[in-house]
């Protein structure tokens, strides 16, 4: 008895040796097709079993986990599934030699053991007890906590399957993990059709009745691939298994259920090819080759039958051309060239015309605000106008595919969305929902193909949100769930929209979200929160966590759609063209003087936070008035417009000029010294105020290094700089508890600085 305990002893012990021998980082090279690809692998220990992920810099891949690893005595065997990836190999000290296997081809593979440093430089990040202390710092006695804005609804994302038999929605587990479920309307049966694994589900929707598509990437760096899987979980495939590509939809092919028409850089990663693809086999067919990268393909434009129609190519960096090919014709032709600012886009064909060349197109050529035109692109003349709005961009338009494509409603975002039905059909929904949902926004999320059933989104600014299942016979409304809960209407904040004029004449929008004390006389502290983008992006009113969140603590948020958001026109959008860091920023100044006339908030309590371009906005505004914020937060926010142009994703490279146009030339001597001028990081000297700085290590679009350098300039010269890095995001957070953790964080540093 005791041989066979000392026998047991040994082998777990030996087994022990050999997962210490694994645990950890190995690096290496293998040669294909002339490229030298270096892989890097990471192996933990869970228990007594080995679990791993996989990074390929080259491409931009990091952490794509392992569906297999074992280790029988120095026999190490792993795969991915999903990319049908295979390794064996034999553990000697620290190397393991073996043989790597993808796509029938086989390789050679030495890994050696090495230690991987993270993304930018890691001494500079904060560590965990200090991010502690900083959450501890929100002290009081709140109705609400971070978690009751920021926690994921337990079920979320519903869609109707097309013939209404079953409804999708997303629902999350104990461990944060947002899995894909489909509900059998009839039968109440539930099943499980995507797990989410450490990858985040970006998105996803239905195909046809039995099939469903899905979008992730890796880490965050937007490298996204397209999947289709079976209602039930099988047959899951990745429609787009190639190496450092991006992908996206174009055409769901309503015609044609088993293909989707998608478009992808998988021959050039600066240009989009569009390919039609078998959703159950995979197979995939080039419809189009951009074969002018220099000039680069930026929309294609398919009919309903998977045809391709038109496209719009950029020209010369700033100018687009749309080629479109008539009815009858073999060839297409140049229809207009417009600078790239102009919008002429067509919404759909009009399938209801004996016309086959007549369209409803979004067009601001012969106006300042777009307006919705019924066109015949054929002979490049307008039928008639559909929809305009003197004030606001027209934008909005449903048609019904079920009743020969006749139109539903038109409409479009003003201070809020104004909807103007126009059927007679969506007219009695229209009016029925306006009945049921006075007072809130209501919108359609989904239909059926039947459009017999409808999913209807009910929202306001102090309501999340609440999933209606509606009947189109019956007139009812089925409540399907309340997303949050726990968060009660009479307690939420008002979001008022505002109007003010900006210190040079424009006529200026936005909105202030206040707390209570704020309408009952108070001066309360102000969060001034400008918008990323910048360009044609735009603050909506309706529900906000953050500004929720801010006017639970006690403060104030406004909001400004400063010159160059859109909505407002195009002659407001090029307002803001050269301007970034200058009028642009005037503008969010003169927001905040508007608003402390209005007598709401404490002019000497002032703080500003945001993301992206928000990010430069908090930088460039403690540089460039810096006695008017106490605090800053930057959330993967540009600090140096040079860094940021030089460091662009290769498939932005065709809109270099374009960004040129907008932000500053830096190949003009007189505009890069206006980017220097504007570019916080020249500047720090100026700033006064404490600063918080948080970043996605992946980020493809604001790297690291933006946020790296802010933070040891700004130390250097004592400043109080927090800095929260995530190792596995991008371009801001996407997990639930990465988020959870930065509000937190932020609501302890302006608990610290404004009062």
Same mark, same amino acid.
């Given at each position: 008895m005791r041989n066979i305990l000392y026998s047991m002893v040994f082998v777990i012990l030996g087994m022990s040796n050999t997962i210490a021998q694994i645990k950890g980082d190995w690096k290496g090279k293998m040669d294909v097709q002339g490229t030298s690809l270096e892989l890097i692998f990471h192996f933990t220990q869970n228990d007594e079993k080995i679990e791993g992920t996989l990074d390929v810099?080259?491409?931009?891949?990091?952490? *794509?986990?392992?569906?297999?690893?074992?280790?029988?005595? !120095?026999? $190490?065997?792993?795969?991915?599934?999903q990319a049908g990836i295979k390794y064996t190999g034999t553990l000697e000290k620290n190397k393991i030699s073996g043989t790597y296997s993808q796509g029938g081809m086989e390789f050679p593979l030495l890994l050696e053991k090495t230690q991987i440093t993270k993304p930018g430089d890691t001494s500079l990040v904060s560590t965990k007890t200090q991010l502690q202390d900083l959450i501890a710092l929100d002290k009081g006695n709140f109705s609400y906590q971070v978690e009751d804005y920021f926690a994921r609804?337990?079920?979320?994302? =519903?869609? $109707?399957?097309?013939?209404?038999?079953? *409804?999708?929605?997303?629902?999350?587990?104990e461990k944060n993990k947002r899995h894909v479920m489909v509900k059998e309307v009839a039968t109440g049966k539930v099943v499980r059709a995507i797990e989410e694994k450490e990858e985040l589900i970006r998105g996803m929707?239905?195909?046809?009745?039995?099939?469903?598509?899905?979008?992730?990437?890796?880490?965050?760096?937007? !490298?996204? /691939?397209?999947? +289709?899987i079976n209602i039930d979980g099988s047959s899951n495939i990745d429609l787009t298994p190639f190496d450092d590509i991006q992908a996206s939809i174009v055409n769901m092919l309503k015609e044609q259920k088993d293909f989707i028409?998608?478009?992808?850089?998988?021959? !050039?990663?600066?240009? =989009?090819?569009?390919y039609k693809v078998n959703v159950n086999t995979g197979a995939m067919e080039k419809l189009f080759t951009n074969e002018d990268p220099a000039n680069a393909i930026v929309g294609y434009e398919f009919d309903k039958d998977g045809n391709l129609r038109g496209y719009a190519k950029m020209l010369n960096g700033i100018n687009t051309q749309y080629f479109y090919k008539p009815s009858g014709a073999d060839k297409f032709e140049l229809f207009h060239t417009t600078k790239w600012d102009e919008t002429f886009s067509i919404i759909s064909f009009n399938y209801a015309s004996s016309n086959p060349d007549e369209a409803y197109v979004l067009t601001n050529l012969e106006s300042d605000k777009t307006s919705i035109v019924l066109c015949d692109l054929k002979t490049k003349k307008i039928v008639k106008e559909i929809y305009a709005n003197s004030e606001y961009d027209a934008n909005l338009i449903s048609l019904s595919r079920k009743r020969n494509w006749e139109i539903d409603f038109v409409g479009y975002e003003g201070e809020k969305v104004v909807i103007k039905p126009i059927s007679e059909t969506f007219t009695k929904i229209y009016k029925n929902l306006e009945k049921q949902f006075g007072g809130y926004e209501f919108s359609i999320a989904g239909k059926t193909d039947n459009e017999d059933q409808l999913l209807v989104v009910v929202q306001s600014d102090k309501l999340y949100g609440k999933y209606y299942h509606?009947?189109?016979?019956?007139?009812?409304?089925? $409540?399907?769930?309340?997303?949050?809960?726990?968060?009660?209407?009479?307690?939420?904040?008002?979001?008022?929209? *505002?109007?003010?004029?900006?210190?040079?004449?424009?006529?200026? /929008?936005?909105? %202030?979200?206040?707390?209570?004390? +704020?309408?009952?006389?108070?001066?309360?502290?102000?969060?001034? !929160?400008? /918008?990323?983008?910048?360009?044609?992006?735009?603050?909506?009113?309706?529900?906000?966590?953050?500004?929720?969140? =801010?006017?639970?603590?006690?403060y104030a948020t406004l909001q400004v759609n400063f010159r160059i958001s859109g909505g407002y026109g195009k002659e407001f959008l090029r307002a803001g063209f050269k301007q970034i860091g200058r009028k642009a920023m005037d503008d969010v100044e003169d927001g905040i003087q508007y608003v402390i006339e209005q007598g709401w908030v404490d002019k000497n309590n002032i703080a500003i936070y945001g993301a992206s371009h928000g990010g430069y906005a908090v930088l460039r505004g403690l540089t460039k008035t810096p006695d008017l914020y106490k605090a800053g937060v930057d959330y993967v926010g540009v600090s140096n417009i040079f860094t940021l142009m030089s460091s662009i994703p290769e498939y932005w490279k065709p809109y270099k000029d374009m960004l040129y146009e907008i932000w500053y030339d830096l190949d003009n001597e007189d505009e890069a010294a206006i980017a220097k001028d504007v570019s916080p990081l =020249? /500047? %720090?000297?100026? %700033?006064? +105020?404490?600063?918080?700085?948080?970043?996605?290590?992946?980020?493809?679009?604001?790297k690291i290094a933006e946020a790296d350098q802010i933070v040891k300039a700004l130390r250097e010269k004592g400043v109080d700089v927090p800095y929260m890095v995530k190792y596995d995001e991008g371009h801001g957070f996407g997990k639930e508890e990465n988020q959870i953790e930065f509000y937190k964080a932020m609501m302890g540093f302006f608990s610290k600085h404004l009062n």
């Open positions: 810099p080259l491409q931009g891949a990091i952490g *794509i986990p392992l569906s297999t690893v074992s280790l029988d005595a !120095n026999q $190490l065997s792993l795969s991915i599934d609804p337990k079920t979320s994302g =519903f869609q $109707l399957s097309p013939n209404g038999k079953y *409804i999708s929605y997303r629902e999350k587990d929707g239905w195909i046809n009745d039995a099939r469903l598509v899905y979008v992730m990437d890796q880490g965050g760096n937007e !490298n996204y /691939h397209l999947y +289709a028409i998608i478009q992808m850089n998988k021959d !050039n990663k600066q240009v =989009f090819e569009p509606y009947d189109t016979k019956t007139g009812k409304a089925t $409540l399907l769930v309340d997303l949050m809960p726990q968060l009660k209407e009479e307690d939420m904040a008002e979001m008022l929209p *505002i109007t003010f004029k900006s210190r040079d004449g424009l006529t200026l /929008h936005g909105y %202030i979200t206040l707390p209570k004390a +704020a309408l009952n006389g108070e001066k309360v502290p102000l969060i001034v !929160n400008p /918008h990323g983008g910048p360009q044609g992006i735009r603050d909506s009113w309706g529900f906000n966590p953050e500004t929720q969140l =801010f006017a639970s603590r006690g =020249f /500047h %720090i000297d100026q %700033i006064k +105020a404490p600063l918080f700085v948080v970043q996605g290590a992946n980020d493809p679009r604001v």
